[in-house]
């Protein structure tokens, strides 16, 4: 009878994809104490590596280390050896010129396994076999049971070397994303991202995943809000903008693309294309659904118009700006933006306006080479104002350009600007509805809401700052009415003032008497743009506004109530609302109901403008 040959000791295992653990014949092993386990766990970081001495010790001695640091090293190094047995252990843990070098089999420690699988599925991905590679791929990360050497982190070389396994973690994530968007399996994708891409807002790649998922479920507006998010983020803390790639998929999102996820990784550029429009603001903050029903009319080429109005500062050349880069690629022979008021909210000469645009469009055509000289007004164009009009209308004939016409004080100029046929666009902004223009498609620019106008304060003076009081930057956004613009100014002027503490800013800007002498920023000014709006009234439109002044501030309003403060008949006061209305003076928030159910309100600036510009109105008569 043969004789039985004794089994094989046992080899042990070990984890570090989580906390640092062993096991032998499926048996813990005891790891020693936490000095111990803190060599075991650099030499485990860096299997078949060697180690230097340096880095060991800086890993169990941080700050000083003792003079027997060396010796107490050899000790814990020698405990080690035991624990792979007696036989080989001398073998497996070796002293080279190098180090210490620690020699382990796939299967005896699970951060190999995981590069083994990982390696498998990304050459899968490449030789185009999906779903094995997926598979691959889940089964790498499926080796993860949390934050690795979770339990030794407070070491700087473990914390060190824990990072590095987690950077490659996420790059298996992306790599497992990516092949099953391109399976198709969208949903998974989504809920497995959703905790790790908040996590890690900074993993550009990352993030195109989620949105690529979320918009492939159909959550549109949440795949635009990771963009938006993940841009704000990168311009705030290192002062960069998204790659051209990203920015490219999150238009084709705005347009409801669906391109795979294959070509939205590659790299994609936008060429020159006579962009005479302001720099993009680099904290722009919400307005996602305005920005997706501009897109959607502007970015057709059938010539669309869109009139985007809204009180005074309320952030809406920041929108058509923003509107105007991202439909970079829409508009191959330029995007010009014209202003149509002076510094001071005179309203500008046509003529004038036409020899800016006849300027502006030369070098654009010089930038791009995309229309002829004959085509574009010359600088010296026709003396007739009507004459001009129409070589300008006639020179965008035959090109896709964007036109942003910026504040403008009326229908009857924009009139004479818009193209008569053609792929060009134009985009016009008003405080008023400009409700005599017809076929254009009006976007209101409300204040922002509440969070939206939070985040932009944040991003100016700093996250860091406005968690100190929370409360306080509530109250201060919210005594700016919520409009961008004097949420910027307020903002700016906390950034120059870092003494100041949130709350007695707050408390300014409370104080209706003082509130508009706190909004100003060096040459910006809230009331400068209050002043502008007051101007375009009418005699009787200001004293309109003056009267409407008086009722309670901040608080919502009836027509029987309105018509009291007027002193005039219901059936006027209504015509009077509706009048203050169409020049963004007056709000109606409550939607469409009669005239008697509808509640009115006067935003909190505009109501303290008009009652300051009241008061000087009585002491000049006085």
């Avoid at 042990?12 to 092993?29: H, K, M, N």
């Avoid at 949105?211 to 311009?235: F, I, K, P, S």
């Avoid at 439909?327 to 046509?350: E, I, K, N, S």
Wanted: include cysteine.
């Amino acid at each position: 009878m043969p004789l039985a040959l004794p089994a094989a000791p046992a080899r042990p295992r070990f984890s570090v994809l989580g906390p640092l653990t062993g096991e032998s014949a499926g048996r813990p092993l005891a790891l020693g104490p936490l000095k111990q386990r803190l060599v075991l766990a650099v030499l485990l970081s860096r299997a078949n590596a060697a180690v230097p001495v340096d880095l060991l010790t800086d890993a169990v001695w941080p700050e000083e280390p003792p003079r027997t640091a060396r010796k107490n090293l050899q000790v814990y190094i020698c405990t080690l050896r035991t624990l792979f047995g007696r036989e080989d252990g001398p073998d497996r843990l070796v002293h080279s010129s190098g180090g210490y070098l620690l020699r382990l089999a796939e299967p005896e420690l699970d951060l190999l396994r995981f590069r083994a699988l990982a390696r498998a599925g990304r050459a899968a991905a490449d030789g185009g076999a999906l779903a094995p590679a997926a598979r691959l791929l889940r089964q790498a990360l499926d080796l993860w049971q949390g934050p690795p050497l979770a339990d030794l982190r407070s070491s700087p070389a473990v914390d060190t070397e824990a990072r590095r396994l987690e950077a490659r973690c996420l790059g298996v994530h992306e790599d497992w994303a990516e092949t099953e968007l391109e399976l198709g399996n969208a949903r998974a994708v989504a809920e497995e991202l959703a905790e790790l891409a908040e996590r890690h807002p900074l993993r550009e790649r990352l993030q195109a995943a989620r949105m690529n998922a979320l918009h492939l479920c159909g959550r549109q507006a949440e795949a635009l809000a990771v963009y938006d998010t993940h841009r704000q983020l990168l311009a705030r803390e290192l002062g960069l903008e998204p790659s051209p790639a990203l920015t490219a998929r999150y238009r084709e999102l705005l347009t409801r693309g669906r391109t795979g996820p294959a070509a939205a990784r590659a790299e994609r550029t936008a060429a020159p294309n006579g962009a005479l429009l302001p720099a993009d603001t680099a904290d722009f903050t919400g307005r996602t659904a305005e920005l997706r029903a501009l897109v959607d009319e502007l970015g057709t080429g059938n010539g669309r118009v869109a009139v985007l109005s809204g009180p005074a500062g309320s952030g809406k050349t920041a929108l058509a700006v923003h509107t105007g880069h991202l439909l970079a690629d829409r508009f191959p022979d330029g995007r010009l933006l014209v202003r149509l008021r002076t510094a001071d909210g005179a309203p500008r000469p046509l003529p004038e306006v036409l020899a800016e645009l006849a300027s502006l469009t030369a070098r654009s055509t010089a930038t791009t080479s995309t229309a002829t000289t004959s085509t574009a007004p010359a600088d010296s164009g026709p003396a007739d104002p009507g004459q001009a009009a129409a070589l300008w209308r006639a020179s965008l004939a035959g090109r896709r350009m964007l036109l942003v016409l910026d504040d403008a004080p009326g229908e009857a100029v924009v009139r004479e600007l818009l193209p008569g046929s053609g792929p060009s666009a134009v985009l016009v902004t008003s405080r008023s509805q400009l409700a005599g223009l017809a076929s254009v498609r009006r976007v209101p620019v409300p204040p922002l809401a509440p969070a939206e106008a939070l985040a932009l304060l944040g991003r100016i003076v700093g996250t860091g700052r406005l968690g100190t009081d929370r409360a306080a930057a509530a109250r201060i956004v919210d005594a700016c009415g919520l409009l961008p613009l004097a949420v910027r100014v307020a903002g700016t002027r906390l950034a120059v003032l870092r003494h100041l503490p949130l709350a007695e800013y707050a408390a300014r800007l409370e104080d209706p008497a003082g509130a508009l002498d706190e909004l100003v920023a060096g040459d910006v000014t809230v009331r400068a743009r209050l002043d502008s709006g007051w101007q375009d009234l009418t005699d009787q439109g200001r004293l309109a506004l003056a009267r409407l002044a008086a009722l309670p501030l901040s608080l919502l309003f009836t027509l029987p109530e309105a018509a009291t403060a007027l002193g005039r008949p219901e059936h006027l006061a209504l015509r009077t609302l509706e009048s203050l209305t169409d020049t963004g003076a007056v709000t109606s928030p409550t939607g469409e109901v009669t005239a008697h159910a509808a509640l009115y309100a006067l935003p909190r600036l505009t109501q303290l403008h008009a009652r300051e510009r009241a008061a000087a109105c009585l002491d000049a008569v006085s």
